[in-house]
């Protein structure tokens, strides 16, 4: 079978997740690549893998699936992405070093900043519009810019880059070599200039870290991390905003519920990101000993896909898991992952996506889908999935 | 109610301090958890039932 499926529409789930979790909760696919992995779909089998350092992050060994159809395998694959940094203790340390700049405290105190970013892309907006374009992708591309001390003038740039290393099919190694080069050589000369002339952000914290040479982090590291910080900040949120709106637009009752009830807004979020059919294309590791899953033996050596889409779409963990519930709580939805290496920067995507939706909600009350949701279309070969634009009216 | 938090599983996603900002904290260092009431009014039980349930980390123990 073929990996990723195709589903019917752009914001449903494909077919084979309920059969998959009801007959073969492990189940053998094939990537674009030609490589074979296992195929994880149930809530409970996700969740253990995800949390379990038995299903490694070694993606580099010479037996691991490669992902993509280009040489390296893409950015899952790449060496470049491996270190200490990212697995273990190592992991743990650097992510305790990050964790200051995204806690609930420090990012609810950017939420007016962003609120004024997002009132500023609506003033710009002309109906009819794309709101992907002009709303969902410029946003959280302007607050991780902040975040981190990059110019959002750069923005296009940062745009080809993430999607060379987050494109699993589009681009020939050539094109990949040559955007992974670039983007490096840009985030070191930004690093560099962070030290001559530092601000009040991340970068430059981060740098006066570095020049400690305390062994907290190496100067490959800092790049490394702030080129990961980049790509995630740009596309996951920002496919998101459009992804969620889509979604609630679909059914416009959903919408028309929040427009009268703000008080939904957190927990239309997390049910949002719980409803997506379309989060990613897998959280794949390679695992390391065999492991007992069920009744069934994942071999050592395996490469093991995680399906979160179709976990999050699991009955047995949730009720009317099929139906969009916007005030469900509590929602155990794994959209952020779980485990050591859960999403680093989930509040701030929080923050963003609740913020987001209370400024459309205000200012665009009437807003309505400008073509049926069945004729939306989904990006083809992200990692992170998205709709290539979300027409709308108001 | 009794609460235990466990700081070594924690990864800082900072959605029990979100959800329940009378009860957990983050270190400002690390984002660690940092219990501020082990044993909270039995009012905010749903609250701190349901910080639990989403912790990705699963570092959040109550005991009715």
Request: charged fraction near 25%; glycine fraction near 6%; aromatic fraction near 6%.
């Amino acid at each position: 079978m073929d990996y990723p499926f195709a589903p019917p529409t752009a914001l449903e789930p494909p077919a084979e997740w309920e059969r998959l979790r009801a007959e073969c909760p492990v189940w053998r696919v094939r990537m674009a690549s030609g490589d074979e992995a296992l195929l994880l779909t149930r809530y409970e089998d996700v969740r253990a893998m995800l949390a379990d350092p038995r299903f490694t992050h070694h993606l580099t060994r010479p037996d691991a699936a490669k992902l993509a159809d280009s040489e390296t395998g893409g950015v899952f694959n790449d060496p470049g992405a491996a270190g200490d940094m990212t697995r273990g203790e190592g992991h743990r340390r650097w992510r305790r070093m990050m964790s200051r700049s995204f806690t609930a405290k420090r990012v609810n105190e950017m939420r007016p900043r962003i609120e004024e970013l997002a009132h500023g892309l609506v003033d710009d907006m002309v109906p009819p519009a794309d709101l992907t374009a002009s709303f969902g992708f410029p946003l959280p591309v302007f607050v991780i810019c902040e975040l981190l001390g990059v110019p959002p003038e750069y923005r296009d740039r940062f745009s080809h880059w993430s999607d060379a290393m987050l494109n699993l099919t589009r681009y020939r190694q050539d094109e990949l070599d040559t955007a992974a080069r670039e983007f490096h050589e840009f985030m070191a000369a930004h690093v560099q200039a962070k030290r001559e002339k530092p601000g009040d952000d991340l970068l430059s914290e981060l740098a006066v870290i570095v020049d400690s040479q305390d062994g907290r982090m190496s100067e490959a590291e800092l790049v490394m991390t702030a080129q990961g910080l980049l790509v995630a900040g740009h596309e996951t949120t920002a496919n998101m905003i459009g992804k969620m709106v889509a979604m609630l637009l679909a059914d416009r009752s959903r919408w028309e519920r929040l427009v009268v009830d703000r008080g939904l807004i957190g927990s239309a979020v997390e049910e949002a990101l719980r409803f997506d059919a379309n989060p990613n294309f897998g959280i794949p590791r390679y695992v390391s000993e065999q492991v007992a899953l069920g009744d069934e033996t994942i071999p050592a050596g395996s490469t093991v896909i995680t399906n979160i889409g179709s976990a999050n779409r699991d009955a047995c963990a949730f009720a009317d898991a099929a139906d969009m519930v916007l005030d469900r709580r509590p929602n155990p939805h794994l959209a952020f992952g779980a485990g050591p290496h859960s999403c680093l920067g989930q509040a701030l995507a929080r923050v963003e996506l609740q913020t987001a939706l209370a400024v459309l909600l205000d200012r665009l009350p009437t807003l309505e889908l400008a073509v049926p949701a069945a004729g939306l279309r989904r990006r083809e070969g992200l990692v992170v999935g998205g709709l290539e634009e979300l027409p709308v009216r108001w | 109610m009794k609460i235990a938090v466990d700081q070594d599983k924690c990864c800082g996603a900072g959605q029990c301090a979100m959800l329940v900002p009378d009860v957990f904290d983050q270190r400002e260092e690390d984002g660690v958890v940092v219990l501020l009431d082990p044993a909270p009014d039995d009012r905010l039980l749903p609250d701190v039932e349901g910080a639990a349930a989403v912790c990705p980390a699963e570092a959040i123990r109550v005991e009715r």
